[in-house]
């Protein structure tokens, strides 16, 4: 019974003492999530080169003078509307929330907050660095409830300490929201009736939105947080590869040629036309110089990923082709690009920490890019994720680092220029294919590219046949055509990719001693003047 009471005096003392707050959660912002600058009714206005990742939009006005966003443009649709009631009700509820410390209307200087809710009684400004201390408690809340307007002074910033998430920090302002050149913000800005301006370098992680009031920006990063409520990213399901997993340069129908020193790892090929230029001892893989099975599968495979790529849904359209690039930061989406487009500096796809993430890009027109173009990849996204639609001919220019699996539909890949790297494949269904100097390199997924060595075999239309394989102290070399047997040579090579083994082929069946080849996994490979013309594993028990 004592015990019982005691329970019941702790309860009671802890409902009637212990701070509201920690009994808040973090207000549902419903469609409101999307957006990281909106308004309900005002302008939403944009100068600079500005880099934002999530919808942006107005409920009444327009949206004007933003490039390509990482999110979707609404203005006063029905994807508008939504998150005008969505805000409405957010701010109703961030209004009616209990303050547990009241705060002077001047924050930072060094200072640090504990999570709460914290009531500033007029206008107020943010000054030098203000720290939100979580505690070590990834749910920890943080509302800003001011009545007035709020400021900041140029290279003020918002930092979140042991575990504070943006996506749990909150700032309802009653008045005009107006930060200064160089400020960082955390969390979600909801100015009621009021205008919000950006300058200049500011950061914001979280959201801008306005219930009545402009939304100004110039030259600014912003991108809504991830955590809380927000889905992880993780686009659409990659494209079966098949056989052109094994291929660095492929093209269906057209030539493939190379001048200069080009190295490749991964096969290279077309089938129809001739593959030339090729110095085969910088290419680790095969160099398929006339078509064959593999080239024929290669080919079949190549239209079944195209038709994938293409039937693909877009989520976002960036809607300035021609000023693809300038650092601009993509997120893990199907994009869509609708005129001839132009990679210019650098380009960052972000996987937000999903090293599963995927992202197709589809243009339809033209691709090509600017001398030094990079594409960049961060928080966990992997070049073997990425893949480019192409309807028309391609050029890469000068130095670009390019990644991902380029897919040209009818066009030709005529320029893969001095220097340039390509971290992936580059494959056109129709149209000649062209490299000058470059270095290009599959993805993983080939299970037959061990170091750099090729160990598909072409199709069923095998030359020889080996035996035993796994093998012990002897192999043997069984030919399909004697007739053939003295225009090849046989080549094994440890997994290293170190030649261990070479003979002339000059008769139907040649048995080699392999009692000094140590135990384990190696390649060979069938070579005529043509080229490898099969190749794959073998095993020593």
Not at 305 to 311: P, T
Not at 485 to 490: D, E, L, M, T
């Amino acid at each position: 019974m004592k015990s019982k009471l005691n329970l019941i005096v702790v309860t009671l003392f802890t409902i009637l003492f212990f701070p509201a707050m920690n009994f808040a959660q973090t207000p549902n912002l419903g469609t409101a999530i999307n957006f990281v600058l909106f308004s309900s009714n005002g302008a939403v206005t944009n100068t600079g080169t500005t880099h934002l990742t999530g919808n942006v939009g107005t409920n009444k006005g327009s949206s004007t003078g933003f490039g390509n966003v990482d999110g979707v443009m609404h203005d006063d649709d029905a994807a508008s509307a939504k998150c005008a009631a969505d805000l409405l009700k957010v701010y109703n509820k961030l209004d009616s929330t209990t303050s547990t410390a009241s705060h002077s209307v001047n924050l930072g200087n060094g200072d640090t907050l504990k999570e709460g809710v914290y009531a500033l009684s007029g206008a107020s400004t943010l000054n030098l660095t203000l720290y939100l201390d979580g505690g070590g408690n990834g749910n920890a809340l943080f509302i800003f409830k001011i009545k007035g307007a709020f400021s900041s002074k140029a290279a003020a910033k918002i930092k979140l300490i042991n575990g504070t998430k943006a996506c749990n920090v909150f700032w309802k302002i009653e008045g005009a929201v107006s930060l200064a050149t160089g400020t960082t913000m955390r969390g979600t800005i909801i100015a009621n009736n009021a205008a919000i301006k950006m300058a200049t370098g500011d950061t914001l992680e979280g959201r801008a939105l306005s219930t009545t009031g402009a939304v100004t920006v110039d030259g600014i990063l912003a991108y809504t947080p991830l955590g809380c409520s927000v889905p992880v990213l993780t686009g659409p399901k990659s494209p079966v590869l098949g056989t052109t997993v094994c291929y660095a340069l492929f093209s269906s129908n057209g030539a493939v040629s190379n001048s200069g020193t080009t190295y490749v790892t991964g096969d290279v090929g077309t089938n129809k036309g001739t593959t030339t230029g090729f110095d085969t001892s910088k290419v680790n893989g095969t160099v398929h110089t006339i078509p064959d099975a593999s080239t024929k599968a290669c080919a079949a495979d190549l239209t079944k990923v195209y038709n994938y790529l293409d039937s693909l849904k877009y989520d976002i359209q960036l809607l300035y082709p021609a000023s693809f690039g300038h650092n601009l930061v993509l997120t893990p989406h199907v994009y869509l690009l609708n005129a001839a487009t132009v990679l210019t500096d650098s380009l960052y796809l972000n996987a937000e920490g999903n090293t599963d993430a995927v992202f197709v890009i589809q243009v339809n027109g033209a691709f090509s890019t600017s001398t030094y173009s990079r594409v960049i990849l961060q928080n966990g996204a992997q070049s073997k994720n990425v893949f480019w639609k192409i309807e028309g001919a391609v050029g890469i220019d000068n130095y670009s680092i390019f990644r991902g699996t380029l897919v040209c539909n009818n066009g030709a890949l005529g320029a893969l220029n001095t220097g340039v790297t390509i971290d992936g494949r580059a494959l056109t269904t129709t149209g000649a294919l062209t490299t000058n100097t470059v270095k290009a390199t599959i993805t993983s997924g080939c299970s037959g590219i061990i170091s750099g060595i090729s160990t598909e075999t072409a199709g069923t239309k095998e030359i020889m046949t080996i035996f035993p394989n796994p093998f012990n102290e002897s192999a043997t070399i069984q030919m399909n055509d004697a007739s053939d047997a003295n225009r090849y040579n046989f080549r094994i090579y440890n997994i290293m990719g170190a030649e261990v083994f070479h003979t002339a082929l000059t008769k139907e069946s040649t048995t080699i001693d392999t009692n000094n080849f140590p135990s384990g996994i190696y390649l060979y490979r069938i070579i005529n003047s043509n080229g490898t013309m099969q190749s794959g594993r073998l095993v020593r028990r």
